[in-house]
T-cell receptor
Framework: DAGVIQSPRHEVTEMGQEVTLRCKPISGHNSLFWYRQTMMRGLELLIYFNNNVPIDDSGMPEDRFSAKMPNASFSTLKIQPSEPRDSAVYFC???????????FGNGTRLTVT | AQRVTQPEKLLSVFKGAPVELKCNYSYSGSPELFWYVQYSRQRLQLLLRHISRESIKGFTADLNKGETSFHLKKPFAQEEDSAMYYCALRPGSARQLTFGSGTQLTVLP
């Protein structure tokens, strides 16, 4: 298994532009998580899905952020419009329901200038 | 709400020295605790979980419910242990993990 696949690996964009981050979870996993990593705040949970349904989006910073999971093998995190303070590494992770651990992707390093 | 505290952002030790990365948590129920490691330019990966009670790469961690701690220990640090270490908690039957802010461990030659 290739593990959790995220794209792009790096994204540089200008303030005000729309950014879309993509994630393919491990096949068969039914929980998917989006985390944001910054030096100041470490890893923060943004949102997670069980069986494609958003369960907890309380970590989504504001309305500029949205996440979707149209099917079991794909999720997107969109920022519109982007701002410099959104610069961070965004991680996607997946797991099986139950007590299985999270498996993380390589992350997308977002830089908003 | 649950909380995970890693008091040290940076920790440096010499090769061969013992190392302890501290983790304290607050949660009223029975949590599950994890340590994740992130080597330079790599993805986060699970190092160990308290229910497994195993030693991975020489690291161990014991859940101390009285002190609400889950410190990560290794008796003899190696240079390849240099990485960012995150302590994480999963509360009860929840799915998501709450992470601490991480400790950057540097093992000096």
């Amino acid at each position: 298994d290739a593990g959790v696949i995220q794209s792009p690996r790096h994204e540089v964009t200008e303030m005000g532009q729309e950014v879309t981050l993509r994630c393919k979870p491990i096949s068969g996993h039914n929980s998917l998580f989006w985390y944001r990593q910054t030096m100041m705040r470490g890893l923060e949970l943004l949102i997670y899905f069980n069986n494609n349904v958003p369960i907890d989006d309380s970590g989504m910073p504001e309305d500029r952020f949205s996440a979707k999971m149209p099917n079991a093998s794909f999720s997107t995190l969109k920022i519109q419009p982007s701002e410099p303070r959104d610069s961070a590494v965004y991680f996607c992770a997946s797991s099986l329901l139950g007590d299985s651990p999270l498996h993380f992707g390589n992350g997308t390093r977002l830089t908003v200038t | 709400a649950q909380r995970v505290t890693q008091p040290e952002k940076l920790l440096s030790v010499f090769k061969g020295a013992p190392v302890e990365l501290k983790c304290n948590y607050s949660y009223s129920g029975s949590p599950e605790l994890f340590w994740y490691v992130q080597y330079s330019r790599q993805r986060l990966q699970l190092l160990l979980r308290h229910i497994s009670r195993e030693s991975i790469k020489g690291f161990t961690a014991d859940l101390n419910k009285g002190e609400t701690s889950f410190h990560l220990k290794k008796p003899f640090a190696q240079e390849e242990d240099s990485a960012m270490y995150y302590c994480a908690l999963r509360p009860g039957s929840a799915r998501q993990l709450t992470f601490g802010s991480g400790t950057q461990l540097t093992v000096l030659p």
